[in-house]
C-alpha cells in the first residue's frame, strides 16, 4: 500500500466577492506535495501564490475542490480543527518575521508549545534545543528588539519547527533580509529539508531563494503555469 | 494552561502600566466608594443602636398630651402627678423599675463657674430605669426621697464643666436659688441619638425638686423599665389602660397621654440608618458600573492594538476558546487588582471618616468579599464583548494588520 500523498489538491479554487465583482484568487489547482519535498512557489502578485499558501496552512478555506493533508480531508473542518491541525502538523514562518514584541526568543519559541498544554520544563527543554538547531545558542533571552532581522528570522524558524511539524509554510522567508543574510536562511531551511525530512513549502518571487528548492511551481492567475523539478546534480 | 493566561495578563498589564493604571482607577474608585459608603454606613447605624441602648433597655416613656410629630407639637394636657405613679405601681406586674421625672433647664454654678443643664427630679428607680451606673458615691437614700433631701446627683459634664480635676463628692452645688450636696457621679454615656449630651444632667430627689425647682408637683414623664422584652407590648397596654382610668378618659375619647416604646423607637432608627446605607451604597454601585465600561472600553482598545499578536497566535494552533481566555483572563485581573485595591482605600476612607465622624469602624467581611467577587464579575461581563471579538478574528486578516 502507498502512502498517501502529504497535500493533494484537486480542482481547488478560491473565490472572493461575488457577482461582477467575483475575484478567482485560485481557478481550480490541482496539486500535489509528497513528505520531504522542498517546494518552491513562484509567481507574480496576484497570481493566486499566496492564496495557495493559506489553504495550505488551514488558514484560508477553499471555495470549491477537495483538499487532501496527509489523505485527510480537511475541506469541511471547523475552525478550531484547523487550529489543531496547525499547531500539530505545520510550522509558519513570515515575511515579517512576526514575533511577538517584548518577549524574549525563548518566550516566542514556547508559544506553540504552551498551546498544546505542554508542562514547563519540558517546552523550556524543547525551546532551548530549537533555538540551537537555528544557531541562536545563547540568544535565548535576547527580545526582537535586541535582533538582528536575519536572527529574528531564526527565532521564527525555531518557533515553527520546535513542534516537529511534517510542513513547514514560509511566506517570503528573506524578503525583509539583505542576500548574505537571505542565503543563510536559505541554508537553513535546506538543512531542515535535509536533515530532519521536514517537508519545507517556501514563496518567493526571488529566483535565487527558489534555485535553493528542488521543485517550483509558478502560478500566474490562479492557475499553475509550471511545474519544474531541479535535475539532481 | 489558566497560569499562563494569569501569567500573560500580568505581562500585558504590565507592559502597559499606564493604560493599566488608569483603567484600574474606574473599578477603584467605584468599589473604594462602595466600601467606604457601607462601612461608614454601618458604623453610624451601629452607633445609632449603641446610644438608643443607651436611654435604657425596654424602655415604655410616659408623658402627658398627645405628642404628634407634624405642626402644632403636643397638645396642652394635665400634667402627671403622685397618684398616677402609685396607681401604676400597684396595677402593673413585669416591671422591673419605674420612675417619675420632672425637668427643668437651669443655671448650676461652683465657684466662680456656672454652666446650663436641665435639672430632673426623681427617684432612684430612675437609675435603674435608665440603666445609668454610678462611677462614684451613691444613689439617693429612701430617707433623702421621702423627705426631699438638698443632695443630688451629676453627670460627667457638669465634673468636668464645674470641677475640673477636684472631686465633686461632698461638694455643694448651687442650683438656681438652691444649693444641694453632690453625693454620687454618674458614669458617661455621651451623646444621645437625638444629639443632646445625656451627661449633662443633675438630678435630685423628686419632691426636693418640686419645692426647691419648680414650685409645683407636677411630674412630666415616667419611665418603665420592662423586665422582659417580649413582654413591652402587655405592659404598654396595661399601662394605657391603667392611665385612661386614673386619668377619666372616657370610652371613645382620645388619649390625653402618650406610651411611647424606646426599642421601637430604636429599632425605626436602626432601620433608617440602613437604608440610607443601602442608597448610598447604591449609588456608589453606579460607578463601578462605569469603571466596568472602562475596562471593556480599554480592552476592546487592546485588542485592536494586538489584532496581529491574535493573528499569530491563531496561526501557530490557538483555539478560539484559548484566545477568549487569555483576554478574559487579563480584563479579570485587571478588575480584581481594581478590586483590592478600592477595597483598600475604601476602609482606609472608613477609618478615617469614623475617627473624624466618632462613629464605631464596622468593617465587615461579607461587604468586602462580595466586593471582590463583584469586581470579578465586572472583569468577566465587560471583558467578554472584546474577548470574543480578539476570539473570532481571522488569522489572515489579523496577521495583516499593521
Redesign the interface.
Known amino acids: 500500500m502507498t502512502e498517501p500523498p502529504l497535500i493533494s489538491f484537486r480542482g481547488v479554487a478560491r473565490h472572493y466577492g461575488e457577482g461582477g465583482g467575483l475575484i478567482r484568487a485560485l481557478a481550480g489547482v490541482d496539486l500535489t506535495i509528497s513528505r520531504g519535498e522542498f517546494i518552491a512557489i513562484m509567481g507574480p502578485s496576484g497570481s493566486g501564490k499566496s492564496t495557495a499558501m493559506n489553504i495550505i496552512g488551514c488558514l484560508d478555506r477553499s471555495t470549491a475542490g477537495v483538499y487532501r493533508f496527509n489523505g485527510v480531508d480537511v475541506t469541511g473542518l471547523t475552525r478550531d480543527q484547523r487550529a489543531l491541525l496547525r499547531r500539530n502538523y505545520l510550522g509558519f514562518v513570515f515575511q515579517g518575521y512576526n514575533l511577538l514584541a517584548r518577549t524574549t526568543a525563548i518566550e516566542n519559541v514556547e508559544l506553540p508549545l504552551i498551546y498544546r498544554g505542554m508542562g514547563r520544563r519540558e517546552r523550556r527543554e524543547r525551546a532551548v534545543h530549537a533555538l540551537h538547531r537555528v544557531g541562536l545558542a545563547g540568544r535565548e533571552h535576547h527580545t526582537p528588539a535586541e535582533l538582528s532581522g536575519g536572527q529574528q528570522q531564526r527565532v521564527a524558524i525555531a518557533r515553527a519547527i520546535v513542534t516537529d511539524p511534517l510542513v513547514l509554510l514560509a511566506d517570503e522567508p528573506t524578503g525583509n533580509l539583505d542576500t548574505s543574510r537571505s542565503r543563510e536562511i536559505m541554508q537553513l531551511l535546506t538543512q531542515l529539508n535535509l536533515e530532519q525530512g521536514i517537508t519545507v513549502v517556501m514563496v518567493t518571487h526571488e529566483a535565487d531563494m527558489a534555485a535553493f528548492a528542488a521543485r517550483t511551481i509558478r502560478f500566474v492567475d490562479g492557475r499553475i503555469d509550471a511545474d519544474t523539478r531541479r535535475e539532481a546534480a | 494552561?489558566l497560569w499562563?493566561a494569569v501569567k500573560l495578563a500580568f505581562?500585558s498589564i504590565r507592559?502597559n502600566a499606564m493604560r493599566s493604571v488608569l483603567t484600574l482607577l474606574g473599578i477603584v474608585i467605584g468599589v473604594a466608594a462602595v466600601i467606604a459608603m457601607v462601612t461608614i454606613g454601618s458604623g453610624t447605624s451601629q452607633k445609632v443602636q449603641d446610644n438608643l441602648a443607651k436611654l435604657g433597655s425596654n424602655m415604655l416613656i410616659l408623658r402627658p398630651g398627645q405628642s404628634t410629630f407634624g405642626p402644632g407639637g403636643a397638645t396642652e394636657a394635665r400634667a402627671f402627678d403622685e397618684r398616677t405613679v402609685s396607681a401604676l405601681r400597684s396595677n402593673l406586674t413585669g416591671v422591673r423599675a419605674l420612675a417619675p421625672t420632672a425637668q427643668k433647664n437651669a443655671k448650676v454654678v461652683f465657684g466662680a463657674l456656672n454652666y446650663d443643664t436641665t435639672v430632673t427630679g426623681t427617684d432612684s428607680s430612675y437609675f435603674a430605669a435608665q440603666d445609668w451606673s454610678f462611677r462614684e458615691g451613691r444613689p439617693f437614700s429612701d430617707s433623702e426621697i421621702r423627705s426631699g433631701g438638698s443632695v443630688c446627683v451629676i453627670g460627667s459634664t457638669i465634673v468636668s464643666e464645674l470641677f475640673g480635676t477636684l472631686d465633686p463628692l461632698g461638694s455643694r452645688l448651687r442650683v438656681g436659688s438652691f444649693a444641694c450636696d453632690v453625693i454620687g457621679v454618674l458614669d458617661s454615656k455621651g451623646q444621645s441619638a437625638f444629639g443632646t449630651d445625656q451627661d449633662n444632667t443633675v438630678l435630685m430627689p423628686l419632691r426636693t425638686f418640686h419645692r426647691r425647682i419648680a414650685g409645683n408637683t407636677r411630674i412630666g414623664s415616667i419611665s418603665i423599665s420592662v423586665a422582659e422584652r417580649n413582654d413591652i407590648p402587655r405592659v404598654q397596654a396595661e399601662t394605657e389602660a391603667v392611665l385612661r382610668e386614673v386619668r377619666r378618659v372616657g370610652n371613645g375619647e382620645e388619649d390625653d397621654f402618650t406610651v411611647r416604646d424606646m426599642t421601637q423607637i430604636a429599632n425605626t432608627m436602626a432601620m433608617t440608618s440602613t437604608l440610607l446605607t443601602g442608597l448610598l451604597g447604591a449609588v456608589a454601585a453606579v460607578s463601578l458600573l462605569v469603571g466596568g465600561i472602562g475596562i471593556m472600553n480599554i480592552m476592546l482598545v487592546s485588542v485592536t492594538e494586538r489584532t496581529?499578536?491574535i493573528?499569530?497566535?491563531?496561526?501557530?494552533?490557538?483555539?478560539?476558546?484559548?484566545v477568549l481566555s487569555q483576554f478574559l483572563v487579563e480584563s479579570i485581573v485587571l478588575a480584581l487588582f481594581g478590586g483590592i485595591i478600592g477595597i483598600m482605600i475604601g476602609l482606609a476612607l472608613a477609618g478615617a471618616a469614623s475617627i473624624l465622624m466618632d462613629v464605631p469602624f464596622a468593617a465587615d467581611i461579607r461587604v468586602i468579599a462580595l466586593a471582590f467577587v463583584v469586581s470579578a464579575a465586572i472583569g468577566v461581563v465587560f471583558g467578554y464583548f472584546p474577548a470574543r471579538r480578539a476570539a473570532r478574528l481571522d488569522?489572515?486578516e489579523a496577521?495583516r494588520h499593521e
Open positions: 494552561m499562563e505581562q507592559r496581529r499578536e493573528g499569530i497566535r491563531l496561526a501557530i494552533g490557538a483555539l478560539e476558546r484559548q488569522p489572515i496577521l
